[in-house]
């Protein structure tokens, strides 16, 4: 005897995850249509799908309209939610996104969001959405702030780099209001309330350009200790993205100097304890 629940089942779930997602994506349209465009573009933000990226050079592609595709329609609705909490003095004048751009084969995958420096935008690896939120928005939103540019020199690139991964992600603890950072099998991926304990040793790979740089670890001990002095978006904050947004850093070998090439460009007020703060962050031996 046939058992036509065996056929049913299978097709009425089908169906019912189907319509889900239709009923998904239509109020996703919906949302995007009501905040006033039919496109992924509203003051201060677009959205593009089909750029691509050969050789560090960025072509862009077109803004898709609210119903061409969900991934891009969402990840647009989240960078409106982080744009509209970021205080005006703090917020990018335009963010320009790029969803999975297609990348020539000497380009390396994007890891999750990442910016693209040369032309200050914002990537999206469309495939990992489950892993961005709105405090992975707001600390890609901090990099475009900051707009800084990659030193020569190992020692102050790597320092640079961390020093940037440590402020956006103080930047999006103190707008978000919440120490809890990215999304990893549903826990923060970095808690700014914890310092990074498998750090140990972490520092001793500065000069050593053969050894992979941990930049966000680094950065994460270094919001941490921000966290710990302040939860708000107040003064400190807007000093350090002054400092990130002016620095010219000594390309020598010395993470001494490098360092104080970078105080040199914080506002004059604030260096003593940013100096201290320096201190706190890296070992005695370096600074
Ligand atoms: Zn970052």
Not at 177 to 185: A, E, Q, V
Not at 211 to 218: D, I, S, T, V, Y
Request: proline content about 6%; aromatic content about 4%; hydrophobic content about 40%.
């Amino acid at each position: 005897m046939s058992k036509p629940w065996i056929i049913l089942f299978p097709l009425v779930a089908a169906l019912a995850i189907a319509s889900a997602c239709g009923e998904k994506s239509s109020e996703l349209s919906q949302r995007c249509r009501a905040a006033g465009n039919d496109r992924l573009q509203s003051a201060g933000l677009r959205v593009y799908r089909g750029s691509s990226l050969n050789a560090g050079e960025l072509q862009v592609g077109t803004i898709p309209a609210c119903s061409d595709s969900s991934q891009a329609t969402q990840i647009y609705l989240l960078a409106r939610r982080a744009l509209a909490m970021i205080p005006e003095d703090l917020r990018p004048a335009q963010v320009s996104i790029h969803v999975s751009p297609t990348l020539t084969a000497k380009t390396p995958p994007i890891n999750v969001t990442e910016v693209h420096r040369e032309s200050n935008s914002i990537l999206v690896d469309a495939r990992s959405l489950k892993r961005i939120d709105l405090s992975t928005m707001l600390h890609e939103m901090a990099h475009v702030q900051m707009a800084s540019r990659a030193p020569s020199g190992t020692i102050a690139a790597r320092l640079e780099e961390s020093l940037g991964e440590g402020i956006a992600d103080y930047y999006a603890a103190t707008i978000q209001g919440s120490p809890n950072l990215g999304k990893i099998k549903g826990k923060a991926a970095r808690d700014l309330s914890q310092r990074p304990v498998w750090l140990r040793g972490g520092w001793t790979r500065l000069a050593d350009a053969s050894k992979p740089w941990l930049a966000h670890e680094q950065g994460w001990a270094l919001a941490a200790l921000l966290w710990s002095q302040q939860k708000e978006p107040g003064a400190i904050l807007r000093d350090l993205i002054t400092c990130m947004k002016s620095a010219r850093l000594d390309s020598s070998e010395s993470p001494a100097k490098v360092i104080d090439s970078w105080l040199a460009s914080c506002p004059a007020n604030s260096r003593e304890s940013l100096v201290k703060l320096m201190h706190r962050w890296i070992p005695s031996s370096m600074y």
